[in-house]
Structure formats: C-alpha cells, structure tokens
C-alpha cells in the first residue's frame, strides 16, 4: 500500500509539467498550420491572375475572328464567345461556414503540396460564323463555384479524456485511498476509537455528497461525479467495517444501511446520468450478501433480494439505456447461483434450485418485453446488448441443466431434469420466435443433446426405463414440429434455427445407449417400437420439406441401435425377434425413398439410401458371425436378396449405381463370414443352394438394373457400372474354391459340381444377353481354377477320372457356347466376338492342367482316358484357332500339351517308351497338321506354322529319353532327322502358299531354321559328352549360312545367340570341365572336339556372314569381324586345357597356377609363344592388325612370364641358354613384323 501511496503522489507532481508540455507543443503546431494556410492564399491569388490573363487572350481571339464576317454583329460575336464571366458578374460565394476554435491539441496540418505549372491553354480552333439567319446559339451557363472543403476530422481528444476524466477517476479513487490509509493508520496507532472511526467514514461519505450537490460543484461535471462514487465506496466500506471488524451495527441494521447506500447511489447516478456512480452503487448491492454472509443457508431471502436487486437495476438501465448494468448484474448473480449451488445445494433441494434458475430469466425477459420498444431494424449498438442479455439469461441455465447430469446424486432424480430441460427447450424456442435470435433455438438443441449424453454416461439409473422414451419422444417431436410452429405464427426459421432440427434424429443416439445400458432392452418390443415410430416422423418430415439429411441421419442411428441390440441381446433363442426387427427396419429403409419418389420429394444427399442399406448389409453380420449363424442362414439368405433388391432399384434410378456394386461386395463378405463360421460340412448342400441362389440374384439384377438405367451398350463398347455388377457374380465361383480345396467337403464332388453347371450356366446366359464375353471368360477360368483345386483334393480313384471328363465337359461347355454368341453377336471379327472365343480358350487350355494334374494323382487315369482328354482339349484350341482367326491361340496350347506330355512319362511308375512316344506323338501330330490344315488361310498366319515348331522342342526330349529308355541309343539321330523332315514339309508347304519375291522372310527363316536345327543336333547328339553345346555351336554356323540365303535379321540374332551361348559354356562356365570326367587319352580327348568344333563354327560363321549386311545396328561393328576373335579364344582355351590334361592325374582335370612341375610351365610357356607366333602369322596372312596386336600382347605377357617366373628355376648354362633363345625368338617377331606386316598395305582395322 505504501507504494501505490507513493505512486500516487509522484503522479500528481508531474501532471502540471505534462500539462505544461502538451500546451507548448499545441501552440507550436498551431504556429506552423497558420503560416501554411498563409502559403496556401499566395497561391491562390497567383492562379487568379494567370485566369484573368487567359480571359483576355480569349477576348481578343474572338474580336480577330468577328472583324472577318462582314455579316455579323459585334454584339453576337461577343455572345457568342464562350466568355468567362468577369469577377463582378460572378456569383457570390455561399456564406462562410462558422469556423469552430481549433481545439487545443489538433494535430498539425498535412503539408502543402506545391502548385504544379500546367502548360498554357491551346487556342481553340477559328471556325466560320453561323449564316445570317441562323438563330443565334444559347448562352453557356456560369460554371457553378466550387463546394465548400469538407471540415476536417476532429482529432481525438487525449487534452479531455487525460487531463479531466482520467484525473477525476484518479482523485476519486485516491480520496477513497487516503480514507482507507487514514483509518489503518489510526487503527494502528490508537488513535481513534471504533465509534469515531465510523462517524468520520460516514461524515466524510456524506460531506462529499453534499459538496458534489452544490450547484458550483456541477459546472465540474466529471470530477464532480468521480467525487460521489468516491463517496458512495467511502459508505459502503464504512458500513461494512461498522458490522464485520467494529461489532457496531447488527446484520440486519447493516443490510438495510448498504441497501441504502445503494439505492442512493442508483439515484444519483439517474439524477446526474452517471453511470459511473451507477456501478458502484450496483457493485455495492451486489457486495452485500457477500459481505454480511452468516453461512447458514437462506436462499429465499437471498435469492429474493437478489431479484428485486435485478428489478431495479433493470428499470434503471432500460431508462437510462446502460445495458451494461443488466450485464454486470447478469454476470454477478451468475456467480452468486453457482456459488450456492457449489456449497449449499443437496438432492432435496433440487426443486428450489431449478426455480431459482428459472425465474431470473423471466425477470429478464419481462424486463425487455416492458422496456422500450425499438424496431428491429434499429436494434444495434448499444440497445442490441439488452437483447444479447436477455439471450444470455435464458440460455444459462442450460449449463445448470448440464451440471445435474453430470452429477449422479443429482441425475437421480431424471424427472425433474428432463422436465426442466424440456421447459427450457419451450422457452427458448418461445424466445427465439418471439424476439430472437434464432441461435437461441440452436443453443437449446445442441444443449440437449450434451444433456442427454452426459445424463447416460455419468447418472443413468434403471429407474428411468422405461418413462425416459418419453421424454426423448417429446423432444424429438419439439424440434421436428417447431419448423411447422413457426412457419404457422408467420415467424419461419432462420439461420442458425433451421440447423436446430437435427437435435430430432441426433436424440435418436439414446436408444443404442439404452439398448446396452438396458437388460430389459433384451426384449426388443418396446425399444424398437418407440424407435421406428420415431423414425417415421422424421421420415414423415424429411418428406415433408425435402430435407432427406434429417431421416437418414436418424435412419443411421437406428442402425446403431440395431447393432448394439444384436451385439447385447442376440442369441438363437431370440433369433426370430431379431430376423422381424431386421426385416421390418429394411423393409423402412427401402420403402421411405421409394415413398419419396412417389411423391416427387428429393431426399437428398444423393445415394445416401444405398449407402444406408449398405450399412443394413453390415448389420447382418451379427447373424453370419454371432451364436445363432447356424440357424440363421435361410434368414440370413432373405435378408440378403431384400437388401440388395433395395439396392438394384436406387442403383437403376442413377442414385450412385457404384454402391449397388459396393452392397453386392459385401453381401458376399456377409456369406463368407458365415461359412467361416458355421459348421459348413452340416449344412453343406443349402449353404451351396444360398451360394447358387445369390449368384443367380446378383446377375439377374444387375441385369435389370442394366436394363432399366439404359445401359444396353453397342457390343464392344466400354464397360458400364452394371457390367462390373455381373462380373460379381463370377464370385460364388471362389465359394466353389474353397469347398475344392476341403476334402471334407469336396468328395463326392456331385454337389460341387452341379452348382459349378448352374452358376456356369447362369454367367452364359447373363454374357449373351449383356454380349458381354469377358463375363463367361471369366466363368470358364473360375470353373477351370475349381476343377485344378479339385484334382489336387480328391486324388483317390475314381475320382481324377471324374476330374478328367469334368475338364473334357468344361471345354465342350465353352466351345458350345460359340455358334450361340456368334448367332448373338454376328458372325466372325464381329465386336465383341473375340471375347467369347478368348474365354472359350481359357477354359481348354485350364482344362488341360486338369488333365495334366490328374497324371500325379494316385488313382490315375488310364492311357486312353489321358489322351484322348488331351487330344480332344488340343483340337479345340486348335478348332477356336481356326474359327476365330487367332492363331496365337495354337501356340498358347503348345505348354499344357508339353506339360502333360512330361506329366505323363515321368510321374510315378513310368509308362513304356512307346507308350512316351504315343501319348507326345498324337499330341505333335495335332499341331503339324494345323497348318495344312488350315489351308490358304494359313498364309497370312505366322502363329500356325510357329506352334508346331515350338512343340517340336519338348517332344525332341520327350522322344531322346525315350529312345534312350528303349535301348536305341545308336540310332538316336534318327529322331532329329525324322523331325527335319516333318518340318521340311511344313517348309515345302509354305513355299507353294507362296510365290518366290512375295514371300514373308521371317516366317521363310523360322521354318527353315527349325529344319536346320534338327539336321544340325543329329550330328552331336551321337556324341555322348558336350552334344547341347556343339549343337548350339553348328546350329549357329548353320543359322549364319542361312542368313547368307535369306536375309532374315532374326537369323542373323538367333544364329549370334547360339554361338555366344556356346562360348559362354565353354569359356566363361568353370563347371563345364567337372561335367564329365576327365578323358584318359591325352590331346586326342573330348576337350578336344568340343573346343575344336566350337571354334570352327565361329570361324564358318564369319565366313559365311562376310558378305552380308551383319552390322550391329548403331555401330560400325559387324559380327563377321568379331566371330573370329571368339574362336581364337577357344583355341588358347583348348591349348591350356590340352596342357593341364596331359600333366594331369586322377579323374579331374586341374590347373595349378602356383607348384606346377617345371615341364609343366616350360611347356605353357612354349604352347603360348608359339600359339602367339601362329596368331602372328594369321594376322599377317589375313591381313588383320587386331590379329597382329593380339599375338604382340600374348607374346609379351609370355615373355615376361618366362623371364620372371620361369627362368628363376634355372640355373648356370641353362639359364644363359634361355635368355638367348629368349633374344632369338624376340628377335625373329620383329624381323617379321617389320618384314610383312610393315610393307603390307594398310587395311581397315575391324
């Protein structure tokens, strides 16, 4: 305190020199505006003069022009010139305003800113006088004078609002310090007794009142009013000390003393339009409860005074328009509720309570009803604040209400909440429709919906059930009926009132509450009869004002509601209940916006009700996955094709069909959650009648739907959502998959399989009438992956033969379905054909891995059985080839053929040889027949003669091991030459189909390549070591030659690939030489001819491509030159080989790099020298610089071989006689290049 003391009195000190500086620099600014409004008038009369100068210029143009016409007057010349009236003519200016004293600290003027010198004014242009009896032109009007400046912004007033009110404030509230001060220091001291000390406060109190009466003391009008509140705080605290710290006067006596006190200052505060004083008097009254509080409880009393304290300070504040005062007084007895309600308030008194919070809003609502009235459109600034109080004093006791539910003890006692929050909900939609706003209405909603919630998560009590559907009956019908109530009084919702409304379908989030919370709820009668009747008055409204949001979000919660239900309360003894409670709800669900189509109302958002029934789809997993799955499933299966019948119609009406797609996907979900979860093998033949039936369901009704929205597409044309919608039918076929893959339930296959026809059955018939082939493409691939599951089950005998003949149907299933699509679609190359024969393909070739799968099976088929599958399967594919123009369709059928082939001579106990060769035989005459076959069709086709030559390669091996089997191994060559010449007709053929010069190069060089290939493998394959690479080496010698012939760039690649394939065998390949083990006879060895051979055929290749077009594309490089350098590096390969060999023991072949025996290196050493001295010479005879280059290399590397590693073994003499057979043979390269290499002419280097 001693501070403030003194902060106090250093602001008075300083105010005088503040006053001081703010007056000097007042008068300098006012000094600087006058010299500037001097400037401003020297201007002015120098733009009068240049005007005055302007008007004689013009004058005497006009006289010049007149002199001219002899015709006209002087007096109509000077008329006529567009004059400007001389000074005296000139209007008189309006009459100076009064110029108000500028106040004593205005900011300074703006700067001047300087006159701009335009440029002179251009004469106008002479122009000949009017004829003589032209009617002479009116006389131009005076230009009007310029309008007054508009005076300036007054300038804050920081001179009145610092130096008079804010000093006043401060003297006051220091006086009311001083006081304070004064009393302390007396108290401390001794000085006064308690008795003084209250005659002093109340003396001062009253001398104050009575001087800031004086009629001297009002021309001080600011200072005067702080002076009185002043003196009213000095009453206050002096009637207080008399009572709390004195003893002096009782409770009662001090009450009525600072009522007074208050009254007083109220009447001064209107007598003096203070509203300063009016607070202090408000703060005052509103203190003295506080103040002179006992503790004990009394609420009536004090409650009752605080009422009539707000009547009069209501009646003040709407007199004198202070809404302040009903803010503050608001505010004050806000606290003094929750205050006694935090210390006195108990169960038993939760009536008085809630009176308590009702009637202070009606005090202030019939406070602005009998205050003045303004228009609405008038009501801003601040008579909007008694409004926005009033708003705020009936919106309050909304948090009371949310206080009572969140507090057990007092949740209790439900009745009395829900019937104080349902008044409360009335009164406010009373007040918004009588005053507003309409936020009111809004509140109350969104109030009641926390309410609600917090009651049924923090107090419910079973006592409420099951009186509490009546209360949420009673709101939910207030907040739909109240749009019609309003509109009926002419008042409509607006804004933030219409939003009100959802509280009706939120509230319905009580009843999935209920449902849990609820043992009683386990009989659902009552609940869900509250519920849909609910449920239909908000549909009943919804349809009624085309607002669809209301009922679909009430819809969604009694969704909820049904969940939490099934999740609670379901079990098979309450299994019809709940199949009724579905199905009534459904059938809601797709009847409301049926209704509303009927009715022409738009129940918008879009596709909101197939979403809803999507979510119905959800529901029933509680059947599918709950105790009473087993029971449930014929139920299950109605349920089912009502919803997604719901589904078809708002996805054919164009509501978002997609989701019709989405409710299909999940309908199958809700089936396999249900296999998953009951006992399958039980019910297994009506669990596939349900899979049948649905399959079924769901192609018929995206069928109509198709139909119906105007999906009939062009066949061909782009998928629509409906197409994708029959696609989904293809998905019971997975069901089928799964029953395949159980033993359990796969055998006897008969119930699977006859399902599998009808659903086969149902997608082929759904694809014609859609024309839509990529539908039973997918059917036959569905039924073919169920048959491959099949054969890998049931793998006892009979039943791979059953699997067997049901891949035969199968094929012949898709095959019959072709004349059909063809008598649909057209005949063929029609649109959409191919798609047909494309799934007739895929069922025959997945019929063939059935075919080929059941070879593994134990029980396996006979030899007649297998093949004839086989070979009726091939001759269809071949037969859909040959119908629909796709010949890749053969090519395709050439791996399940191999396949099976294999499958069938290596499996189990082998078949005999001739058999092998029987079963491969028939299959490969079968594709060397296709493309005689096939004619002069055949001519443009590369496909047809590319199948037989692809099979050709498995039944080579096929028929090798066979012969191999039989004991033939020395006449094994035969098989080549014997397909060389099979293929050597297919050659032949192709020639005749075709004219030389009109031939087709590269199908020419596939055919005569394949006849190449086999003639070339007969020769090797009579050797027992290394005869795939030496084939691949004279295959690529023979492509090479080819190419020669026909200049083919596939042969040139193919016969490239061979060869680099042969080298990298050899060469790049260590295991190549542990193969096979190592030959006892030196040099004259298997290493010999494979190496030896191999390098020919490089060299033949680059002999036969010399005169060819073999350059790399890109590059300058071409093959013939790069052949020859591989097979130099075989040759060195095959020297060190021959080397290694012949010092070599044991069965393996081993190099040893470091420890070989001195003859060992010595003879390395020599084979390289004189294998790069051949290379020399090669080089030199050929004319090669590459040749010549790789031989210098060699011989350095063996030179510096034998100086550091060889000749460190030699000692004396033999060391001497190695470095000059070292110097000869160096010197003889030299002689030899410089002799030939030297003088031969330059040759390109590649």
Known sequence: MEAFAVLLVLAFLATPFVALGLVVGARKRLRDAEERIEGLRAEGRALEDRLLALKREIRDLSARVSSEGAEVRRDADTEELPLVPERAAAPPPPPAQPVPPPPAFAPPPPPVPRPVMTPPVAPPPVTLPPPAGAPPPPTPRPPSPPAAPAPPRPSFDWEGLVGVRLFSWVAGISLVVAAVFFLRYSIDHGWLKPPVRMAIGVLTGLALLVVCELKAARRYRVTANALDGAAIAILFSTVFASHALWKLVGALPAFALMALVAAVAVLLSIRRDSIFIALLGLLGGFATPALLSTGEDRPIGLFGYLLLLNAGLAWVAHRKKWPVLTAVALALTTLYQWGWVAKFLTASKLPLALGIF???????????ALGRKEPAGERTGLLALFERTGSAAAALPLLFAVYLAAVPAYGERWGLLFGFLLLLDLGLLAVALWRGPMLLHLLGA?????????????SWVPAAWPGLLGFLSALVLLYLGAPFLALRLGRPLAEAGTRAVFAAPLLLFAFPVL????????????????????????AAYAMARSEGAVYYL????????????SARHLTPERLLPALAVYGVFALFYLGVPLAARRLSRDLRP??????????????LLFLAAGPAAEASLWGLALLLAVVNAGLFLEGSAGRFPV?????TVASWVVLAVWWVTATVSTFLVPALAVVAGFGVLTLAGNLWARSR???EAAPGSPPGVFDGGLALGLAGHLFLVFVASQPGLAVPPWPLLGVLFVLCLAVAAAALAARRGVLQAGSLGGAGLVLLVLSLTAGEAPWPSVTVLSAVALGAFGLAFLPLARRRLGRAGAPGLSSFDRGAALGLLLAQLVASLATFADGRPPLALLLGAQAALVAGLL???????????????VAPAALASFAFASYGVAPAPGERLLFGGVLYALFLAFPLVLGERARASREAWLAPLLFGVPFFFLGRRALLDAGLGGAIGLLPVAQAALTAVLLVRLLSLEPPGKRSLGRLALVAGAVLAFVTVAIPLQLEKQWITLGWALEGAALAWLFSRVPHRGLLVASTGLLLAAFVRLSLNPAVLTYHERSTTPVLNWYLYSYLVAAAAFFAAARFLKGTDDSVPGTKLRVSSVHPAFGTVLLFLLLNIEIADWFSSGPALTFRLRGASFAQDMATTLGWALFAIGLLAAGVVARSRPARIASIALLVVTVLKAFLHDLGRLGGLYRVASFVGLAASLALVALLIQRFARETPKEPTT
């Open 358 to 368: 009702a009637v202070f809003p009606v005090l202030s609502l019939a406070a602005l």
């Open 446 to 458: 969104a109030s009641t919906l926390l309410v609600t919630a917090v009651w049924l998560a923090a």
């Open 515 to 538: 449902a849990h919370l609820e043992p009683r709820t386990a009989s659902p009668a009552l609940l869900f009869a509250v519920l849909f009747l609910l449920l239909g008055a908000t």
């Open 554 to 565: 009430g819809a969604f919660l009694a969704l909820a509601a049904e969940a939490v239900w």
């Open 606 to 619: 879009e596709g909101s009700a197939s979403v809803l029934l999507l979510a119905s789809l959800a529901l």
């Open 659 to 663: 989701l019709t797609l989405v409710g």
């Open 709 to 711: 929205a105007g999906a």
């Open 879 to 893: 037969a859909v080839a040959w119908a629909s123009g796709e010949h890749v369709v053969a090519c395709l059928a």
